[in-house]
């Protein structure tokens, strides 16, 4: 097993060193990004819920999902258009996810309680 993460280790890292990108760098922007991504969403959604704008929220989200992303257009060299096209799709899913999340937390009631599903009900 050891084997296997060394090769994966050694095949990453010299991807990086071909596209003048700091593996270490993009890694702790992927995690921060991730951490920002679900904060900012979560205001967002407790200003959609409140009836106030969600415009900043949703730009900041925005911004903390693509930095490592944006890291890799501006510093890397060399980079593969396939890589673009993953990046473009990307944004796109998570576009659309985002869009169903605010929706359902808009259409969710305001007091917090958890929906009872159809199952509960009968069981009851």
């Not at 359902?104 to 305001?110: F, K, M, T, V």
């Amino acid at each position: 097993m050891e084997y296997y993460f060394t090769v994966i280790k050694d095949y990453l890292f010299h991807q990086a060193n071909l596209h003048q990108v700091d593996p270490w760098l993009f890694g702790s922007l992927y995690l921060l990004s991730k951490v920002l991504f679900l904060l900012f969403l979560g205001w967002a959604i407790k200003k959609l819920r409140a009836k106030k704008s969600i415009l900043l929220p949703l730009l900041f989200a925005a911004l903390g999902y693509s930095l490592p992303y944006l890291y890799l257009i501006i510093a890397g060299k060399n980079i593969p258009l396939w890589i673009y096209l993953v990046i473009t799709l990307i944004y796109a899913f998570s576009g659309w996810s985002i869009r169903l999340k605010l929706r359902s937390a808009r259409l969710q009631p305001e007091t917090g309680d958890i929906p009872v599903t159809t199952t509960e009900q009968s069981n009851s």
